[in-house]
């Protein structure tokens, strides 16, 4: 398996969200509160990485931040029931190997050790920079740039941005039979 097919065809898949019952029960249940006992897919190491990167790509203003909603959950519950096993694989290695390279570059035993700042400045060294090598060897551009998509599309597809910015009604939604044509 190519890691790039396996990246694309994760990427497409989080591009592809479209508002369908599946993806609305999803949204949903992103409201409640989370408990770790929940997670789907990632780990809880993981989870909390995910939390921070998500915070870093979509922070908290007069809107809310990506953990204000919940992002990491949803992208959990999506990566467990959307994405093909061996890519879901791929995904855990790759999350895992940028993980690691932070921490041995920082001399750090936990990425809850590492500060935001210092992993902000990780992530945007690596991210639209393909040019960028990491002190291992490898470049993390297209993780990165995974990371700003799950975001970006879960940001979108979550019910307070798509009821107070986007204008969504659900269906069968108000109906006016007195419009003017």
């Given at each position: 398996m190519d890691r790039r097919k396996a990246i694309k065809r994760i990427?497409?898949?989080f591009g592809a969200i479209t508002i369908s019952s599946g993806v609305i029960s999803l949204v949903q249940s992103c409201n409640s509160?989370?408990?770790?006992?929940?997670?789907?897919?990632?780990?809880?190491?993981?989870?909390?990485?995910?939390?921070?990167?998500?915070?870093?790509?979509?922070?908290?203003?007069?809107?809310?931040?990506?953990?204000?909603?919940?992002l990491s959950k949803f992208v959990d519950a999506y990566v467990a029931k959307n994405i093909?096993?061996?890519?879901?694989?791929?995904?855990?290695?790759?999350?895992?190997?940028?993980?690691?390279?932070?921490?041995?570059?920082?001399?750090?035993?936990?990425?809850?050790?590492?500060?935001?700042?210092?992993?902000?400045?990780?992530?945007?060294?690596?991210i639209d920079n393909g040019s960028m090598i990491a002190s291992n060897g490898k470049n993390y551009s297209q993780i990165c740039n995974l990371f700003r998509e799950m975001a970006v599309n879960s940001y979108k597809a979550s019910e307070y941005v798509l009821i107070n910015k986007l204008g969504f009604v659900s269906i069968p939604g108000y109906y006016d039979g007195n419009v003017d044509i």
């Open positions: 990427g497409a898949s509160p989370r408990t770790n006992k929940e997670l789907s897919f990632f780990s809880k190491n993981e989870i909390n990485f995910l939390d921070r990167i998500f915070e870093i790509i979509i922070p908290e203003t007069e809107s809310p931040g990506a953990n204000s909603l919940n093909r096993t061996e890519d879901q694989k791929y995904l855990n290695v790759m999350i895992e190997e940028f993980i690691t390279m932070i921490l041995s570059s920082e001399n750090k035993k936990s990425i809850k050790d590492v500060d935001n700042k210092t992993l902000e400045k990780y992530f945007s060294d690596h």
